[in-house]
């Protein structure tokens, strides 16, 4: 963010030879918000929104908080004006937050190891001029911004990165409205800065900056004083250096760290106009091409993913915004970037954040010079699979991590053989309720005690979980915390457990560590939030970061707002393997023939009802609980079923998808059968889709709607067309007008 908002800056970029850089934003009363209503899609696509910011904002700062909320700090309204005022953006919608003590735009916002986030710098006035010495924190737990140190220059348009516990800023645009060439330590814990010895090799402002993994810092992106694009320099704590690298030097280019101990810098504007390429740069100076943009731009934003996958979002491409998404995955290769969903709106001057393993929250920009955005729009990337690194110089001696620790403590009893598991079967372990919390967790083997929440047994269906039962006094907002054991003697590290969040009140699943005993926590290393279905769900957090330091875990749940808010844990594993991000569920293919299904069991395994439809399809053994509609038993007059119960509120056209497992490995000769009952006489419509594209689209393979009678009739779905290629298959169930729609599956069979 913080993209040249000075008209000063914009003027200087139109120097630039053969280009016509950023364009100033207009002030005329004309420059109004964007007007749209914001876009509705169908919640299994690949960007959705369905809730928008207050009022209209770019160039601001986006910090995903431990807590798994959004803040959204300062920017600029629909007019260039600076704003004071923050928001928090949370799973579904968007509240007001604490107010700045200043009005800010080309500031940095950075989010610290405590939880906290310093805010620094910036200016506060349309034109630029008024640029700002002052920084503040924001302290999540007081909902508050307090006082944080002062600068030891003003700057706005800096970079700004967290080394340590401390944050550098470099660069940036000074009181005198010139670049900067200096940089300085910012330590909000000891409320002090201090100017760091070294100095930028040319003066620059715009700067982006990334933390290698060598512990060095790369920044680029920025403008000298002339509007020429500044170099891409690299900063080495430890000696206080700054070193211009090879990687050419490109304005409003994305600078992201991905791999190990790489940066890749990529799109931008040169005097040679805005650029399709990238470059990849080791932290020993050398630099080869990186994969190309698919479209030319500038002002673009990245995101890092985990499993080291990368994204490249929006920008300008010198007429227009863009609607971009690339895609791409470490170790890098030279080819181009897999193309991701297409925004549903171009903006530039926008934030992008990271929320869970696999979504990008887009907020605000511009849609045109003057034309600012209130949407805010959900993308779920799809990784693409690992290209082949390109070569590069060797790198034999890396720069050791610039705040040295001690060797870590091992305490007694701390674990330190692995694979750990606990599946709960024989009591709680080594884990344990604390007492400073609301409830405690507990043990259960069937389900839990109230209705549509809850899981029916634990991961594997015949042993023990622990779950939080919800019902009053456990709600609002109540917090139960289940701590475990000490982990130590790793190099890398993963946990790795399922969980099942069911329930229309759902609330908060926290994993959080320590590294101090359980003195202080880092909240929110993992987290979800919101009914997830009703199916257990495999998650996987990467703790790699802490090592080699022992460390603590555990889960802190937090109700919802009545008793359906059951939240379960089974099966932890803790190991020095990192798999990564788990597979979601059913997307791993099925090979061996004929697959069989009965449902007497109802949908488990990999038939998992859909968190993003209106109701849940039913299992049944005998009659559905409606007259003139259902089968009254299974397929053959006994076992279980399947069916979509329409009785209010589940019509009129409410829809149930039954999510089921992706086939692969078959030939011209596959072939998909079921049985379905369809009686009633506001009967509605059954359709089987298939996706190819990991649940990404769908289309209709078999379809029949109406009143079909009372009797089991068997479809026959031919899937020649589709031989060689993984297929995901779900069920999608629309009620008709009034409760005699009940439709039932039963009885499936995938032979090839």
Known sequence: MNRFTSLALAAALAALTGCGGHKAKSNASTAAG??????????????TSGFALPEARAEHQAVVLKSGEILVIGGVDALGNPLNTTLLVRQNDVVPGPDLSEARAGHSATLLPSGQVLVAGGHSDASGATVLGTSEVFDPLASAFNAGPALNEARSGHAAVLVGSEVLLVGGTGASGAPLDSAEWNDPAGGNTRAVKGSLSVAQTGLHGALLSSGEVVVGGGIDATGAPGAVELFDPINSVFTPLTAQGRAGAAVAAVGSGTALIAGGETAT?????????????????????????????????????????????????????????????TGSLTAGPALS??????????????????????????????????????????TTPPSRAPNPKPIPN??????????????????????????????????????????????????????NGDHTGGGTYLFTESSSPNSPSKVAILEGPTFAGFNSLEVRFWFHMYGATMGDLFLDVSTDNGQTWDQGVWNM???????????????????????????????GTSFTSDFA???????????????????????????????????????????????????????????????????????????????????PNKVAILEGPTFGGFGANAELRFWYHMEGATMGQLDLEVSTDAGQTWTSAWSMSGDQGSSWLEA??????????????????????????DMAIDELSFTN
């Open 569 to 651: 844990i089974d099966d932890i594993t803790v190991d020095t393997t990192v798999r990564g991000p788990a597979p979601a569920p059913g997307s791993t293919p099925i090979t061996t023939f004929p697959y069989t299904e009965s449902f007497d069991a109802g949908a488990t395994g990999p038939w998992l009802d859909s968190v993003a439809d209106d109701f849940d399809w039913s299992p049944n053994t005998g009659s559905t609980t409606s007259t003139g509609t259902g089968p009254t038993a299974g397929r053959g007059g006994s076992g279980g079923y399947l069916y979509t119960e329409s009785s209010s509120p589940n019509s």
């Open 716 to 741: 026959v779905v031919d899937m020649s067309s589709y031989a060689g290629q993984n297929v995901k298959i779900r069920f999608r169930g629309e009620t008709g007008t009034s409760y005699t729609s």
């Open 34 to 47: 964007s007007t749209a209503a914001p876009v509705q899609s169908n919640s299994n696509a690949p960007v």
């Open 345 to 386: 709106e171009a903006r530039f001057g926008h934030s992008v954040s990271v929320r869970g393993t696999e979504t990008l929250v887009v907020i605000g920009g511009w849609a045109s010079p003057g034309n600012a955005l209130a949407t805010i729009e959900q993308v779920r990337i799809t990784p693409p699979v690992s």
């Open 402 to 455: 610039p705040i040295p620790a001690p060797g870590p403590v091992i305490p007694p009893g701390a674990i330190s053989t692995f694979p750990y598991s606990e599946d709960f079967d024989a009591g709680m372990g080594g884990w344990k309720d604390v007492t400073t919390d609301d409830f405690d967790w507990s043990t259960e083997t069937g389900s839990t005690s109230s209705l549509d929440t809850g899981p």
């Open 273 to 333: 106009g805005i650029q399709l390429g990238s470059e990849v740069t080791w932290h020993n100076g050398a630099a080869v091409a990186g994969p190309g943009l698919l479209a030319a731009r500038r002002d673009l934003e990245a995101a890092v993913l985990p499993g080291n996958v990368f994204a490249f979002v929006g920008g300008w491409d010198g007429n227009v915004a863009s609607d971009a998404i690339e895609v791409g995955i470490a170790p890098l290769g």
């Open 529 to 559: 939030s919101g009914n997830q279905g009703n199916r257990w769900t495999e998650a996987t957090a990467d703790l790699s970061q802490y090592a080699p330091n022992p460390v603590m875990i555990r889960f802190r749940a937090v109700t």
